[in-house]
């Protein structure tokens, strides 16, 4: 017997012994490998999302607002979530196909449908989504993917519009195209956001980087406060002070003015390259 003890007393020690070197070796980190998904599999893939989603926005147009419309819209758009993070399962996001949710939110015209499709995360303080070259494409109705080498603030507005802004207006003052690998093509733009016009400082910040057949929109709010251009703001001042005509049709030529004046004059100001670094900054994920 106590030779039996003797000897369950040494194999336990030696377990032990093994798990504390065990334990003490470096634990190696698993790096996510790029999921291998063919050309032909992965536009089967978009042309079912797209057909599903198309099916679904026939199908939910005339419907009436009650709880079981609701929920049916709620189940459909989970199913476009879970196709979608098959799709865009390669993105430099991290943990978007965890994290992420669907940017579409509504099928129903009257609550605000016909937002760009896409998963949606948060990027540190700035918000992005991201869908591939292909549904993007569609979504905007552009032929030529050439297009996206000479995107003008007018382009970049719209693209935004549809992704961020649900129930207020994107109005691009400046744009830049940054410097990249000829492989991918990237744009920032500085606006001003809001649900009313006037002398309004920039306040929101996007960026767009198209990369590897995938798309990335972000959005990021300016937190230290932009000074006005004195010249542009004194375009508003003149208008309350002089303009007899204080219709919404004057002040809407008044707003167009101070907007020109804007994309002017703004590229000019140390504010627009603090904005410039800001955007890029925003962009190390996808660009590095």
């Known amino acids: 017997m106590k030779h039996l003890f003797i000897l369950l007393l040494f194999i336990l020690s030696s377990c032990i012994g093994q798990e504390k070197r065990d334990n003490s070796k ?73 994290n992420g949710t669907i940017n579409l939110q509504t099928f129903l015209p009257e609550v605000g449908y016909n937002m760009l499709d896409g998963l949606a995360t948060k990027n540190g303080d700035a918000s992005v989504v991201c869908i591939t070259e292909y549904i993007f494409s569609d979504f905007f109705k552009i032929k030529n993917s050439n297009t996206f080498q000479n995107l003008t603030t007018s382009d970049l507005s719209n693209f935004f519009q549809s992704t961020f802004a649900a129930n207020h207006v994107i109005t691009g003052i400046t744009s830049f195209k940054i410097d990249t690998d000829e ?63 204080k219709s919404w049709s004057s002040e809407e030529k008044v707003w167009k003015n101070y907007c020109e004046c804007y994309q002017k004059n703004f590229k000019k100001t140390t504010q ?17």
């Open 26 to 98: 470096p634990i190696s980190k698993s790096v996510s490998k790029p999921v291998v998904i063919s050309k032909e599999e992965q536009r089967k893939n978009e042309l079912h999302y797209i057909k599903r989603r198309n099916l679904n926005v026939k199908y939910f147009k005339n419907k009436s607002f009650d709880d079981t419309t609701f929920r049916q819209e709620n189940d459909s758009i989970s199913a476009l979530e879970k196709l979608l993070k098959k799709i865009v399962v390669n993105s430099k996001i991290e943990n978007l196909t965890t």
């Open 183 to 245: 492989n991918i093509h990237a744009y920032g733009m500085v606006s001003i956001d809001g649900q009313d016009i006037g002398p309004f400082s920039p306040n929101e910040l996007y960026a767009i980087v198209f990369r590897d057949n995938l798309v990335y929109l972000f959005n990021k709010t300016i937190v230290d406060k932009v000074n006005q251009l004195e010249k542009c703001h004194a375009i508003w001042g003149e208008f309350f002070e002089s303009s007899e005509d």
């Open 272 to 288: 627009f390259t603090t904005l410039k670094e800001k955007i890029t900054t925003m962009l190390h994920p996808i660009l590095e």
